[in-house]
């Protein structure tokens, strides 16, 4: 994973709950695993989207 440096303000409050909530040593693992999390449920959701519509279903069960 590339890492570029950032000036950047951030929420501290969300911060502190973050790094408690995943136990993270520091408030740059805490950040990087929350974007990676999220990274993740963006490329899930567009591969869901990308594939909607594609699933055959046949049924079981006759009436």
Known sequence: MPTVKKTI???QEAINRI???L???T???AIN???RQFDT???LA???YRDAGSFE???AFED
């Open 57 to 59: 279903f046949e049924a």
């Open 19 to 21: 790094k408690a909530a």
């Open 41 to 43: 449920d963006i490329r």
């Open 9 to 11: 303000e951030l929420d």
């Open 33 to 35: 695993f929350a974007l």
């Open 46 to 48: 567009e591969t869901a």
């Open 23 to 25: 136990n993270a040593k």
């Open 27 to 29: 408030e740059k693992e």
